[in-house]
């Protein structure tokens, strides 16, 4: 959890030994439809700014140019990009080709 809460998910974190407070926490997360869904919304949110392949490959692509310069490739994730590696037909492969 350690990594991942400073970042502002949404979540019930159990600090060494269930107390309380964190059993009523997660009774209304359970009770509640409209508090997993605001939850689900939130987390996800913060997940994608943070943890998406496009956010990888930003990272990714900065490291890369870092030791190479400007002759550095450039990593694409994109559906177009992994079919032009792999010479597969998006439509008769799309698992293959997708990332």
Aim: glycine share 4%; aromatic share 10%; charged share 30%.
């Amino acid at each position: 959890v350690r990594d991942i809460e400073p970042k502002g998910f949404d979540l019930v974190a159990i600090d060494g030994f269930l107390n309380h407070k964190t059993v009523q926490s997660v009774k209304e997360v359970l009770k509640s439809p409209l508090r997993r869904k605001k939850m689900v919304e939130k987390n996800y949110e913060i997940a994608t700014a943070c943890y998406s392949y496009s956010v990888l490959r930003k990272h990714l692509n900065a490291m890369i140019y870092n030791i190479f310069g400007e002759s550095a490739p450039r990593i694409c994730f994109e559906p177009k990009c992994r079919q032009q590696e792999t010479g597969l037909d998006q439509e008769k492969y799309p698992a293959q080709i997708a990332v």
